[in-house]
């Protein structure tokens, strides 16, 4: 891989401990032979894959590697708690293995004289559901990450590193990958050797129910939608459906003027039982939606951004990405400070190229927008306290975990505080070039340069700054670092755009879908507070009218003004507070404990909604509109 010096020059050894401490080796630099991983992923009752790594090696101390910062994931994630019995031999002898004592990620063998290889073999004990993580197979489909069933050697570049894979599949099921095919003999299915990188980077999903979407007919760059789902009924699409999916492909070579990919394949799940994913790859993605995300088109419109933020990431995170993403292998710590830009932006071209390919109506993206301003207008007060770039650290501080109070502690923020920064610097843009030149002509510049190249093309901060500086000079760098370690509004895009954030007391429809999604009253913008159909508290707004109150997570509200809890009866209460002068008054549950909250609120309900400003330009039709 190319341009990767930056990155490697302030690389710890490849591991954190002296046990294992080695000099990074040189960007692309070449590892002799070859890693075979092959995969036996039959064992759909026990979901288990079975794994057997053979890994070129040379007499003398190994150390086995399990990948453990994660691309995408941003964080080190790797699920090392669901390798299990693992063996390791060389020339059919048995070596003994000692795990690292300060990293539990890496695994010390002694090569003996005469050997070339070794060959570990462990089971991957993947997710039964509940508390264990996501569930990657049910009966009727599976998805492989490569990641998650590999060990490699220590001390190589993962771009230098030649590997080849294979999988035996249940019998007669279908499959879909980056990955190309050499061979398939029966339901054992070999691929072309490729580099450990992108291997890692190629995951797969295979299925009994599976149909194969042409998005770009003769393409010299294809591009196809891979469906898998619960039952074959769910797999028919309608000519508007691809239509819409083929103007995706269209709406970003607009956007970008180049492809970074030789071909593309989404991977879709349509599921009930598939744990639920939206993962980004250099030549494919990870995704997956409601079994009628065709069948229920109207019904299942919310979601369907998905794929749109998940391709545009092929740009966007995959061939150019920040400098300490780029890491020497999966087991370097990674560096997530320009995640505002990885998936910032990304979230805020998901969703505007969701609009223009027609995936979205306009009035569809103005709702979806409006939630997402009205979460940083009324429902972070976080960010009183901490910076949008300090958001960045999420991944290895939370892990996505639950957290007591999301608003205030905030998590991930900068996917849609970036959106907003990036609406921001659209119209910012629009401002100083008369309205000549936007974030169109930024994305062009900055990651559609060499059509076909998919090395990584890392980027820092000073180079986001010099790029907008060629689209319009400003002072970019004092601009960007205002919104990212400030505590200021960062909505103020939308009056720029001729725009203004107004609450309404009924919902849009993008809320309404929202609430039906989350099962749950959500009143965030009105007391503070979400509670689910059940009756259960969940976030509750710092500092808002409910928590003054004394209403907290986890209790679980019984009745609502003398009367059984139903979600829609604490909407109609809230609704009437404005007419009011009385509290409303909850019944709570909290642990063994039964006691009354009185919430002192008369505002009503309170939904977000756009607004035009009369006599500005319409900037958001403009920049959803198709190219």
């Given at each position: 891989m190319k341009t990767r010096a930056l990155a490697l020059s302030v690389l710890l050894s490849l591991t954190t401990t002296p046990a294992l401490a080695q000099t990074p080796p040189p960007a692309g630099s070449a590892w002799p032979g070859t890693l075979r991983i092959n995969v036996d992923a039959r064992d759909l009752d026990r979901r288990i894959f079975k794994v057997t790594a053979t890994v070129p090696a040379k007499p003398g101390p190994l150390t086995l590697l399990y990948p453990q910062w994660l691309p995408g994931n941003h964080s080190p994630s790797g699920p090392?708690?669901?390798?299990?019995?693992?063996?390791?031999?060389?020339?059919?002898?048995?070596?003994?293995?000692?795990?690292?004592?300060?990293?539990?990620?890496?695994?010390?063998?002694?090569?003996?004289q005469g050997a070339t290889e070794v060959v570990a073999r462990f089971n991957y004990l993947s997710s039964q559901g509940g508390s264990q993580g996501r569930v990657v197979m049910t009966p009727e489909m599976l998805?492989?990450?490569?990641?998650?069933?590999?060990?490699?050697?220590?001390?190589?570049?993962?771009?230098?590193?030649?590997?080849?894979?294979s999988v035996t599949l249940p019998a007669g099921w279908s499959y879909a990958t980056a990955l190309e095919t050499e061979r398939r003999d029966g339901d054992t299915v070999v691929f072309k050797p490729i580099s450990y990188e992108h291997l890692v980077d190629s995951p797969l999903f295979a299925g009994e129910h599976f149909q194969r979407f042409d998005l770009d007919p003769g393409a010299k760059q294809p591009v196809h939608l891979n469906v898998f789902a619960d039952d074959a009924k769910s797999l028919k699409a309608s000519a508007e459906q691809l239509k819409a999916h083929r103007a995706l492909v269209q709406q970003m070579d607009k956007l970008y003027g180049a492809r970074h990919f030789d071909h593309y394949d989404f991977?879709?799940?349509?599921?009930?039982?598939?744990?639920?994913?939206?993962?980004?790859?250099?030549?494919?993605?990870?995704?997956?939606?409601?079994?009628?995300?065709?069948?229920?088109?109207?019904?299942?419109?919310?979601?369907?951004?998905?794929?749109?933020?998940?391709?545009?990431?092929?740009?966007?995170?995959?061939?150019?990405?920040?400098?300490?993403?780029?890491?020497?292998?999966?087991?370097?710590?990674?560096?997530?400070?320009?995640?505002?830009?990885?998936?910032?932006?990304?979230?805020?071209?998901?969703?505007?190229?969701?609009?223009?390919?027609?995936?979205?109506?306009?009035?569809?993206?103005?709702?979806?927008?409006?939630?997402?301003?009205?979460?940083?207008?009324?429902?972070?007060?976080?960010?009183?306290?901490?910076?949008?770039?300090?958001?960045?650290?999420?991944?290895?501080?939370?892990?996505?975990?639950?957290?007591?109070?999301?608003n205030y502690q905030m998590s991930e923020d900068y996917y849609s505080g970036g959106q907003m920064l990036w609406l921001e610097v659209e119209g910012k843009l629009r401002a100083l070039s008369g309205g000549k030149r936007g974030l169109d002509d930024f994305a062009k510049a900055f990651f559609g340069m060499d059509n076909g190249a998919w090395d990584v093309n890392p980027y820092t901060f000073d180079d986001v700054v010099a790029t907008l500086n060629t689209i319009a000079p400003a002072?970019?760098?004092?601009?960007?670092?205002?919104?990212?370690?400030?505590?200021?509004?960062?909505?103020?895009?939308?009056?720029?755009?001729?725009?203004?954030?107004?609450?309404?007391?009924?919902?849009?429809?993008?809320?309404?879908?929202?609430?039906?999604?989350?099962k749950a009253a959500l009143l965030t913008y009105s007391i503070g507070a979400t509670v689910t159909d059940a009756g259960v508290v969940g976030d509750v707004v710092w500092d808002s009218p409910a928590f003054n109150a004394g209403l907290a997570p986890g209790m679980t509200v019984i009745a609502v003004d003398g009367r059984e809890y139903k979600s829609e009866r604490l909407k109609e209460v809230v609704a009437?507070?404005?007419?009011?002068?009385?509290?409303?008054?909850?019944?709570?549950?909290h642990f063994d404990r039964v006691m009354p909250i009185s919430i002192d609120y008369h505002g009503g309900a309170q939904y977000p909604a756009l607004e035009r400003i009369a006599g500005t330009r319409d900037g958001l039709s403009a920049l959803w509109k198709a190219r």
């Open positions: 090392i708690d669901k390798l299990a019995g693992l063996q390791v031999t060389a020339n059919g002898k048995p070596l003994k293995w000692e795990r690292d004592q300060f990293n539990v990620y890496a695994f010390k063998v002694d090569v003996p998805n492989l990450q490569w990641n998650a069933s590999s060990l490699y050697p220590s001390g190589v570049d993962a771009g230098g590193l030649q590997a080849q894979a991977l879709l799940a349509l599921t009930d039982k598939l744990g639920g994913i939206g993962l980004e790859h250099h030549r494919s993605s990870e995704n997956s939606g409601d079994v009628g995300y065709f069948t229920e088109w109207d019904k299942n419109w919310w979601a369907r951004d998905l794929l749109p933020h998940e391709y545009n990431h092929s740009w966007n995170g995959k061939y150019r990405r920040g400098a300490d993403l780029a890491t020497a292998n999966f087991n370097v710590p990674m560096g997530d400070s320009l995640l505002w830009v990885y998936e910032g932006q990304t979230q805020f071209w998901g969703q505007v190229l969701a609009a223009r390919s027609g995936l979205w109506s306009t009035d569809q993206a103005r709702d979806m927008l409006a939630n997402v301003a009205a979460t940083f207008d009324r429902g972070r007060p976080g960010l009183a306290w901490r910076p949008l770039q300090d958001t960045t650290n999420d991944p290895t501080i939370a892990q996505r975990r639950g957290l007591a109070y999301r002072d970019w760098a004092g601009f960007l670092r205002e919104r990212l370690d400030g505590h200021g509004s960062l909505i103020g895009g939308l009056e720029m755009a001729g725009w203004k954030l107004a609450y309404r007391d009924t919902p849009n429809e993008a809320f309404k879908a929202q609430e039906t999604r989350a009437g507070s404005r007419d009011s002068k009385a509290p409303i008054t909850l019944l709570v549950k």
